[in-house]
């Protein structure tokens, strides 16, 4: 069964630090959303791509967050410099069509930032 | 601005019975309602969709209640087991956006 690959599982970084948390989404997915995950709460949305195209990027902080997906396949999320508030698990899904039906989730990034 | 609300944020049932979980939105422009079950430390597992032109769905002990003008639906979990403890999230989709719930975290006694 196909699925949404995430690495590095887990990742421990000292703030004002750069990270980077990369996604390979289901074969043949055309879009990839990128998700935080705070304890206890539900995924929220950080952006969205069509291919390589960002479609929705409008709860992404981009004073410190950037997002990639430049040949239209895999993705890198980026945070620099990382801040305590950023500890939470990162979530990467995919879906092969234009809207939000049967986004499948890779396993999550756990980081933390100290 | 939580546009799906779910409750209730946790539950305890015996093995066997049924786990009732409740969500309501408000956007009518949403027109997929997934639910996801979510194990400790895993990414969430689509479990089961609804579209709103059908009022109940049913995949195994997993059945959803959707009631279009109440803007309201749930998840029956029928015959729970103790794998079954897990969190669950409803969600709601429309103009290509998933929006949560908050999750409900349940834990079936053997």
């Known amino acids: 069964e196909a699925e949404v690959a995430q690495s590095p599982r887990y990742k421990i970084t000292e703030k004002s630090q750069a990270v980077a948390f990369w996604c390979d989404p289901i074969?043949?997915?055309?879009?990839l959303y990128w998700y935080r995950q705070i304890l206890g709460q539900g995924p929220e949305l950080l952006v969205q791509f069509q291919d390589e195209s960002v479609v929705d990027d409008s709860q992404l902080p981009k004073d410190r967050f950037s997002a990639e997906r430049l040949k239209g396949v895999d993705s890198t999320l980026k945070i620099q410099p990382a801040e305590l508030g950023d500890s939470a698990m990162y979530l990467c899904?995919?879906?092969?069509?234009?809207?939000?039906?049967?986004?499948?989730f890779g396993p999550g990034t756990r980081l933390l930032v100290l | 601005q939580q546009q799906v609300k779910q409750s209730p944020q946790s539950l305890i049932v015996q093995k066997g019975g049924i786990s009732i979980i409740n969500c309501a939105y408000e956007?009518?422009?949403?027109?997929?309602f997934p639910w996801y079950q979510q194990f400790p430390g895993k990414g969430p597992a689509l479990l089961i969709a609804i579209r709103p032109d059908v009022s109940e769905k049913k995949e195994g002990r997993f059945t959803i209640s959707f009631n279009k003008s109440a803007k309201q639906f749930s998840l029956h979990i029928m015959d729970s087991q103790p794998g079954d403890s897990a969190t669950y999230f409803c969600?709601?989709?429309?103009?290509?956006?998933?929006?949560f719930g908050a999750g409900t975290t349940v834990t079936v006694r053997a």
């Open positions: 969600a709601a989709s429309g103009m290509a956006k998933l929006s």
């Open positions: 956007n009518t422009a949403f027109d997929y």
């Open positions: 899904a995919s879906s092969n069509s234009r809207g939000g039906v049967a986004q499948y």
């Open positions: 074969s043949g997915h055309a879009t």
